[in-house]
Nanobody
Framework: VQLVESGGGLVQPGGSLRLSCEVS????????IGWFRQAPGKEREGVSC????????YYADSVKGRFTISRDNALNTVYLQMKSLKPEDTGVYYC?????????????????WGQGTLVTVSS
């Protein structure tokens, strides 16, 4: 089982980025895929997640209306489109997989993790 994030980088406030989480070793249909982020000196927090099987989604209040999670089952990839980025969105973004269909938001409920990709929002 492997999750590989990509798409991070440096962007100015108000800009956009799209993160990708490519998974291998399992079929997306039976998992919830979550995006988490961790800023320096802070705890890891949930950003968004999607139940790939039924399409239900969750967004943290801090990103509602700015971030969109989606999946491409054929490519076994989950995306996080981020718009109107703010400096407080800076951090390492991780994708993770939890077995099942119910939306889960706690990092402790996820079984597999990627290595992370750094997003820096700064002018």
């Amino acid at each position: 089982v492997q999750l590989v994030e990509s798409g991070g980088g440096l962007v100015q406030p108000g800009g956009s980025l799209r993160l990708s989480c490519e998974v291998s070793g399992f079929t997306l249909d039976y998992y919830v895929i979550g995006w988490f982020r961790q800023a320096p000196g802070k705890e890891r927090e949930g950003v968004s997640c999607i139940s790939v099987g039924d399409g239900s989604t969750y967004y943290a209040d801090s990103v509602k209306g700015r971030f969109t999670i989606s999946r491409d089952n054929a490519l076994n990839t989950v995306y996080l489109q981020m718009k109107s980025l703010k400096p407080e969105d800076t951090g390492v973004y991780y994708c993770a997989a939890a077995v099942g269909f119910d939306i889960v938001t706690s990092p402790n409920e996820y079984d597999y993790w990627g290595q992370g990709t750094l997003v820096t929002v700064s002018s």
